[in-house]
């Protein structure tokens, strides 16, 4: 079960990060609410960030994995070495370039990101700014990936995946004690984005030191290695990225409403978490493994870790696509409402997160299937069908928005993750590199029933349990944290009596990682 040692290891630290994420945007609710600086902020980090998901979360190392796993295997670790330290070389000199191309374009850059700023001349001075100070971000975080990918292949996975975490130290302890200027906040949120990039950076770099892994830089050069990676590396790019396009693309219309693009965030941050700590370490620990077995050419091998890896996806992500669904207020709530967070941010927010709730799934879909390509050094197949999936979003959220508003951006948003995530599954089985059992087939009816007795029991009992606690301090909070502790326990019940979860498997799991 190595698979699921690397996904543990892997998801642990994600599942850290994204609890100190919801300690982050607790914090970030309560001091800038859904004001105007709320979303200057909110924008001035989606563009770097839109790049940490690309890199950081697969779609570089989906590129640089498998040519590294082939050379390390087939060549030996100095020369797979040899072609991570041209990778880094080319890689610096691109980053430093574009980084340097972003900083002075800005601008002009920032009338496609955020269009409805245009309007206040003053927001949209300082969201050039504050985009302008994020962007070394970029930088930071692409290296990180780069190197992270090196120890991913040698199954050191611990340093990647605790970077991330300080990312949210940094801005916990900046959001700790707020400034009553809410535009000083989000400067110092920006500043501390900067700082955070070279934190994570500094740490890849130590556990590559100390793995005895030496990358030397040299001059870059466009030879046969750096062809075929870069061949990979544009549609992969595209392809795992889809779904921060779309995100992107809704933020750019959403600009044109007030307080939309804070409500989308904080939606998307709730249903972030089930999508970071299984996509994530799906997305990560599967690739290196699948690289592997077709490498070898157990094509038997590479179709079992494709199935262990959404019937493990599918047991982590239906219940809480569910509780999300049923529950929506009652988690915006607990999170969110205090400080300069409203009920009525609250009721928007909901909103949002019932429809992310039923496109998460999906997005699960696209972090299982991709590395199904990617493993085979097939980029363009996914390429092509993401930019199919991009397209869809844009019309239907533009058309969507002008008619029902922000709730329109989430609902096209969902549908073209779903797109997305089926056409590539479809395309792997086309291709013989996915293949649905009916053990396959039996457990995630299994998982479904379920996590559907879970939603049905919890609906019931939510209400009774957050009344009891109503005369508790921070009630809303401990009522969300009870609910979603409640909920886990249920589904852990049900998952036994329907079999999904057989308790003689669960042991030998344990006792084998």
Known sequence: MKLFRASAVVGGFTLLSRVLGFVREILFAAALGSGPMAAVFL??????????????????????????????????????????????????????????????????????????????????????????????????????????????????????????????????????????????????????????????????????????????????????????????????????????????ISQAIASMQDGAIAWLNYADRLYQLPLGVVGVAMGVALLPSLSRVVRSGDVRGALAAQNEALILAAAFTLPASVALYLLPNFFVEGLYMRGAFTPDDALAVAKVLQVYAWGLPAFILIKVFAPGFFARQNTKTPMLIASFSIGFNIVLGVFLFFRIGYVGLAIATSLAGWINGLMLGFVLWRQGSFAPDAKLILQLVRITLAALAMGLVLAAIAVPVRDAMSSLPFWYLLAAISIAGIGGILYGVFAILFRAIRLRELKGVFRRS
């Open 43 to 248: 924008v001035a980090f989606r563009f770097p960030n839109l790049f940490r998901r690309w890199f950081a979360e697969g779609a570089f190392n989906a590129a640089f994995l498998p040519i590294y796993a082939e050379k390390l295997e087939g060549e030996g670790e100095a020369e797979a070495n040899r072609f991570a330290g041209d990778t880094l070389s080319g890689l610096l000199l691109v980053l430093l370039v574009f980084v340097l191309a972003a900083e002075l374009t800005m601008p002009w850059l920032m009338v496609a990101l955020a269009p409805g700023f245009l309007e206040h001349p003053g927001l949209f001075a300082k969201a050039v700014l504050f985009t302008q100070i994020t962007i070394p971000y970029i930088l930071f975080m692409s290296v990180t990936a780069m190197l992270g990918g090196v120890l991913n292949a040698h199954h050191r996975f611990v340093a990647a995946a605790f970077a991330p975490v300080l990312l949210n130290i940094v801005f916990i302890a900046i959001l700790l004690k707020p400034s009553n200027d809410a535009a000083q906040t989000a400067l110092a949120l920006s500043i501390g984005s900067f700082v955070s990039g070279g934190l994570q950076a500094a740490v890849v770099l130590v556990a590559l030191r100390r793995a005895g892994i030496r990358l030397r830089l040299r001059r870059p050069r466009l030879d046969v290695d750096m062809k075929k990676l870069l061949r990979l590396g544009v549609p992969g790019a595209i392809a795992a990225g889809v779904v921060q396009i779309n995100l992107v």
